[in-house]
């Protein structure tokens, strides 16, 4: 390639790379749930409505401040969830970021590490707690 090609072809990236806009999403991390054993796997990431909500989880309180459910106003938010089949194995399942990335699309990156066999089992989630104006957002997994 001569120079003139490689200049065009980095102005041509530069010019591609400004029109894609990638936006971080705040959320916040519900903490103090757990997927009830009566419920399937959920089909979708995305729950919309207080009674979905109830119907996939239990609320998993504790004595002290840090040990209530984290309050979701389905009004105001919706939710993400990550839920894993119950393992027998050490697994760690944590959100790293949420991004729009197009109209309409969201992108949710998390980790996913797998270790060692334990003598107990454990069914690993998360639930993000999401601004209602992303509720008609497309969300797309981003497993690291």
Same mark, same amino acid.
């Given at each position: 390639?001569?120079?003139?090609?490689?200049?065009?072809?980095?102005?041509?990236?530069?010019?591609? %790379?400004?029109?894609?806009? +990638?936006? %971080?999403?705040?959320?916040?991390?519900?903490?103090?749930?757990?997927?009830?054993?009566?419920?399937?796997?959920?089909? %979708?990431?995305?729950?919309?409505? =207080?009674?979905?909500?109830?119907?996939?989880?239990?609320?998993?309180?504790?004595?002290?401040?840090?040990?209530?459910?984290?309050?979701?106003?389905? =009004?105001?938010?919706?939710?993400?969830?990550?839920?894993?089949?119950?393992?027998?194995? =050490?697994?760690?399942?944590?959100?790293?970021?949420?991004?729009?990335?197009?109209?309409?699309?969201?992108?949710?990156?998390?980790?996913?590490?797998?270790?060692?066999?334990?003598?107990?089992?454990? =069914?690993?989630?998360?639930?993000?707690?999401?601004?209602?104006?992303?509720?008609?957002?497309?969300? +797309?997994?981003?497993?690291?």
């Amino acid at each position: 390639m001569n120079k003139k090609n490689v200049f065009l072809f980095c102005m041509a990236m530069i010019f591609l %790379s400004s029109c894609t806009t +990638i936006k %971080s999403v705040d959320y916040t991390e519900a903490n103090n749930y757990f997927h009830r054993n009566d419920a399937s796997l959920p089909g %979708s990431l995305k729950i919309t409505s =207080q009674e979905e909500f109830n119907r996939q989880f239990g609320m998993a309180a504790f004595m002290g401040d840090k040990g209530k459910p984290t309050k979701i106003d389905f =009004q105001k938010s919706f939710v993400i969830i990550k839920v894993l089949p119950v393992t027998d194995f =050490q697994t760690t399942l944590a959100p790293v970021s949420l991004k729009k990335v197009r109209d309409k699309q969201l992108r949710l990156t998390y980790t996913l590490r797998r270790g060692k066999e334990q003598s107990f089992s454990t =069914q690993p989630i998360f639930i993000l707690v999401v601004d209602n104006k992303y509720k008609d957002f497309e969300i +797309i997994e981003n497993p690291i």
